[in-house]
């Protein structure tokens, strides 16, 4: 279904302000203060343009305009009916039906072979110690917190997720050995 607005950020954007009316400073706090900047690529110009496109479709609109002395006009939004629709159709799609992604590691394996197989085997295992680090920092949010679990769900999932992957890696590496013969064929020496 072709959305309107079709930026994961509008879809934050929406869910916050089901809460309370924000300004997109406001937004943008909250976002990197919950960590969804974990999930959700985002920089200030880019959730001011969001939330614009936002307005123009009719799923946010301004709740009230003030000015602090020489500052420019501060211009609050709140949810309309039509956002919570969209916010809740939204979810409901992205819940319910998988979707082809296009992750670079993907795009990466995809031509592994234009790389010798000794320096793929150096930077899986570079891979390998990225994905721990990355495993640690999500293990100690998810450990670290009395938030209720309902609430990390999705640092639940990126943690699924980096153990599959290096899963994947491990064994992509024994792999490796077996494969050599035919790939290191296909590299000149020196390449």
């Not at 916050?16 to 909250?30: D, G, I, N, T």
């Not at 900047?37 to 301004?62: C, N, P, W």
């Not at 570079?126 to 990355?134: F, P, T």
């Not at 450990?143 to 994947?168: C, K, N, Q, S």
């Amino acid at each position: 279904m072709k959305r309107k607005v079709g930026n994961l950020l509008g879809l934050a954007v929406l869910g916050y302000l089901v809460r309370q009316p924000m300004h997109p400073y406001e937004l943008s706090k909250a976002l990197r203060d919950h960590g969804d900047d974990r999930s959700i690529k985002f920089t200030h110009g880019s959730l001011y343009m969001v939330v614009g496109q936002l307005a123009k479709a009719g799923f946010i609109a301004e709740h009230e305009t003030s000015r602090d002395g020489q500052r420019p006009e501060r211009t609050v939004y709140a949810l309309t009916d039509a956002g919570r629709a969209e916010l809740k159709d939204w979810m409901r799609d992205l819940v319910a039906v998988p979707r082809h992604e296009f992750p670079q590691f993907v795009a990466a394996l995809s031509f592994i072979g234009a790389l010798h197989p000794d320096e793929v085997v150096v930077l899986l295992h570079d891979r390998l110690r990225g994905l721990e680090a990355q495993r640690a920092e999500t293990k100690a949010l998810l450990d670290g917190t009395d938030v209720h679990p309902l609430f990390l769900v999705e640092e639940e999932y990126r943690l699924a997720m980096i153990d599959a992957e290096a899963r994947f890696v491990a064994g992509f590496l024994e792999r490796i050995g077996d494969w050599r013969p035919l790939w290191a064929g296909f590299h000149e020496e020196g390449s």
